[in-house]
């Protein structure tokens, strides 16, 4: 069983569309995020959610919504998709939030054309 | 606010040989942890290593150990015995104790093993 599950794993989509990325984990995880990696591979984080709470929230343009449904899922939509969006979108989660040890799903590789 | 900096370029390793991957750190918190990260070209991150601000002994993990030098700022990794599958990038990241705190990750470096 995958502990960090990420669909789809790859998007391809045109400018101005919008799209979703779902994240479980079957870990009992408390907390979840979303990372952003660039193509030149630098990892940034997004959000943060801790038993449902948005706990960490970077200056992220607000077309990114993440929805946290319950402790397990973490989904992210994005609106009005921008070619500065193509990246690897990475869901990641951990025992609790207070720890850097995170476990990451396989990525999401998005390419807006 | 924390800062990695990983400055070395891609680096090379002779197959069963020790490595060490550079890392320093900028942080003015007291309280902080420093893992190092594994990104195989299949992409998914791994997480590799943990040293803490306070601890006294440097983080061992099979292979993997942590040259921990709180005074210069700096959590260098150590990969002992090389293997082919060792071929990644490596990610070194820092976070302030505190949950609502980000665990700040470097750019990078590429290993890679030779055989």
């Known amino acids: 069983d995958t502990a960090v599950s990420q669909t789809p794993k790859y998007l391809v989509t045109q400018m101005g569309n919008d799209k979703s990325i779902k994240c479980e984990q079957n870990l009992g995880h408390d907390t979840m995020y979303w990372y952003k990696q660039d193509s030149k591979k630098f990892l940034k984080i997004m959000f943060s959610y801790n038993n449902k709470e948005l706990i960490i929230n970077e200056t992220v343009p607000n077309r990114f919504s993440p929805k946290s449904p319950d402790k397990a899922h973490l989904n992210l939509h994005i609106n009005s998709l921008e070619l500065g969006d193509s990246a690897v979108y990475f869901c990641?989660?951990?025992?609790?939030?207070?720890?850097?040890?995170?476990?990451f799903g396989e990525g999401s590789r998005l390419t807006v054309l | 606010a924390q800062k990695i900096t990983q400055t070395q370029p891609g680096m090379f390793v002779q197959e069963k040989e020790a490595v060490t991957l550079d890392c320093t750190y900028d942080?003015?918190?007291?309280?902080?942890?420093l893992f190092w990260y594994k990104q195989p070209s299949s992409g998914e991150m791994i997480f590799l290593i943990y040293?803490?601000?306070?601890?006294?002994q440097n983080a061992t993990e099979g292979r993997y150990s942590l040259n921990f030098q709180k005074a210069r700022k700096s959590a260098n990794l150590v990969i002992s015995a090389s293997q082919l599958g060792d071929s990644a990038m490596y990610f070194c990241?820092?976070?302030?104790?505190?949950?609502?705190?980000?665990?700040?990750f470097g750019k990078g470096i590429t290993l890679s093993v030779r055989p």
């Open positions: 990641a989660s951990s025992r609790r939030a207070n720890t850097g040890e995170l476990f």
């Open positions: 990241a820092t976070k302030i104790t505190g949950a609502n705190s980000k665990l700040t």
């Open positions: 942080t003015s918190d007291p309280s902080y942890g």
């Open positions: 040293q803490g601000s306070y601890d006294q």
